[in-house]
């Protein structure tokens, strides 16, 4: 018959476990007396745990406080046997709590080696990380009955709440040493090792400028209003189409069949005047239409234009990547996003939505291309060149980005009789500027490029006249 160990403090109960269904709470106390036994047989095991478990890893409330009295032994340079430990438990106020130095006695007696601690040890991590599960569900199902509350914000806090027992595990990562790092860098140099590039686009000097689009980016594609971030975007989303690229656009300025209408408009041969317009819609265009429709079963762009917040935004996306493999997430634009307290300043409004796409395209490991509208003062100064000072709320989305290139065209500033006289001689522009302001990983530079106004196109210099890539 074992002994038992009357406390006069009782055991902590931080969760009714009865209304899950169970009685008693996920806990080994054998694997916590065998850690407790194995620290005080051997007191340089504390080293091999130490990254394992806590104080809180330790569902009994005796077992916590010892361990807690040899941290702080370890802490004094003390070693922490049966006496040391018993005195600085009575300097604790915790010796009657546990049980005495008999309880002490019993766990030094039935530890024969300290060799299997690890084992040990994560075995009580694993317990404690199911009450901990156990908890946070409780907290979600009772989140979620509380019908005042949005779905999609419950959602993300959800995932939060889920994610910090797995930053748990990932936070127990020992430091590493700048040797090991300094050969894992000489290994990637040795087998030619690329950053994981995600996307090119249809510009070579973008390329070579900055190494593609890389996986888990910020790009900020920002513009003055009108000048073109939308027909940019469009176009690079045209590019990507060709090349069997997945993406899901989130469009908040246009609806889905304004976007779409842009895109036919590149390749089908269509005036994009004539999808506003029914009766000028021809026969002929109606073949071409077909045609192009045609082309359209070989890809997948998925289009979203209901107004969103941030964690609305995140569950959809995340959603679709993980029914259909995207690789890339186009958000049109920015400042138009629902915030998630209209309350909030603008700053604030903004910084939580930037960070939000930021984190978003790390976590799934894919680029997300968000459109940021400039602020208007910059056509009051001399030099029209947007400037990274130009973005609206610039500090948070300047910081979250990995890349901003703004559009710029000249033509947008010459007055009304300019570009009457201009159009006269061709429609399409050969001196729009994609300027690249930030890069986090490359170079910054600016390339030139033509831009089709009739057609709402942006292709590169070297291709006179565009091709149809469908």
């Avoid at 317990?127 to 993300?156: H, N, P, V, W």
């Avoid at 509208?373 to 056509?379: G, I, V, W």
């Avoid at 009789?417 to 530079?445: C, N, S, T, W």
Wanted: aromatic share 10%; with cysteine.
């Amino acid at each position: 018959m074992s002994k038992i160990y009357k406390n006069k403090n009782k055991e902590n109960k931080r969760i009714d476990f009865e209304s899950f269904g169970s009685k008693i709470p996920p806990y080994s106390p054998e694997a916590e007396m065998s850690v407790i036994g194995s620290l005080m047989l051997d007191n340089n095991t504390l080293n091999r745990i130490y990254n394992i478990i806590t104080e809180e890893s330790f569902y009994s409330e005796s077992n916590r406080k010892i361990y807690k009295a040899i941290i702080e032994l370890s802490k004094e340079n003390k070693p922490f046997d049966i006496v040391l430990l018993s005195e600085k438990l009575i300097e604790l106020g915790f010796l009657k709590d546990i049980g005495g130095t008999a309880y002490l006695s019993d766990i030094n007696r039935k530890t024969p080696t300290a060799a299997n601690v690890e084992h040990y040890a994560m075995i009580v991590q694993e317990r404690y990380l199911k009450r901990k599960l156990i908890t946070t569900g409780g907290k979600i199902m009772q989140s979620a009955f509380d019908e005042s509350t949005d779905a999609f914000e419950e959602l993300e806090n959800a995932e939060t709440q889920i994610n910090d027992l797995t930053q748990n595990l990932a936070n127990k990562k020992d430091a590493d040493t700048i040797k090991n790092i300094a050969i894992q860098i000489y290994k990637k140099f040795e087998k030619r090792e690329k950053p994981k590039i995600h996307l090119l686009t249809q510009w070579d000097e973008y390329n070579e400028l900055t190494g593609g689009i890389l996986s888990g980016d910020l790009i900020v594609i920002a513009a003055a209003s009108s000048v073109g971030k939308s027909a940019l975007k469009q176009s690079l989303q045209r590019y990507w189409m060709s090349q069997k690229k997945k993406g899901i656009s989130f469009n908040i300025e246009m609806t889905n069949e304004q976007e779409t209408s842009r895109i036919i408009t590149m390749d089908s041969g269509i005036e994009s005047y004539k999808f506003r317009w029914i009766d000028k819609f021809t026969d002929n265009d109606l073949i071409k239409l077909a045609k192009q429709i045609s082309k359209y079963y070989e890809v997948d762009l998925y289009l979203y234009d209901v107004p969103l917040n941030i964690n609305q935004l995140r569950a959809i996306a995340k959603m679709y990547c993980e029914l259909y493999k995207i690789d890339y997430i186009t958000v049109d634009y920015i400042q138009l996003m629902t915030p998630l307290n209209d309350k909030d300043t603008q700053e604030r409004q903004i910084s939580q939505i930037s960070n939000g796409l930021k984190r978003l395209a790390k976590e799934l490991q894919i680029p997300v291309i968000a459109l940021a509208q400039l602020n208007r003062e910059l056509f009051n100064r001399p030099e029209k060149r947007p400037r990274l000072s130009d973005l609206r709320y610039s500090g948070a989305i300047e910081q979250d980005s990995d890349v901003v290139m703004f559009v710029y065209r000249p033509y947008y500033h010459l007055t009304d009789k300019e570009q009457e006289m201009r159009d006269k001689i061709d429609l399409i522009e050969h001196d729009v500027e994609l300027i690249i302001a930030k890069d986090r990983h490359g170079g910054i530079g600016t390339i030139i490029t033509n831009f089709d106004k009739k057609k709402y196109l942006f292709y590169p210099l070297n291709e006179y006249k565009e091709k149809s890539l469908f």
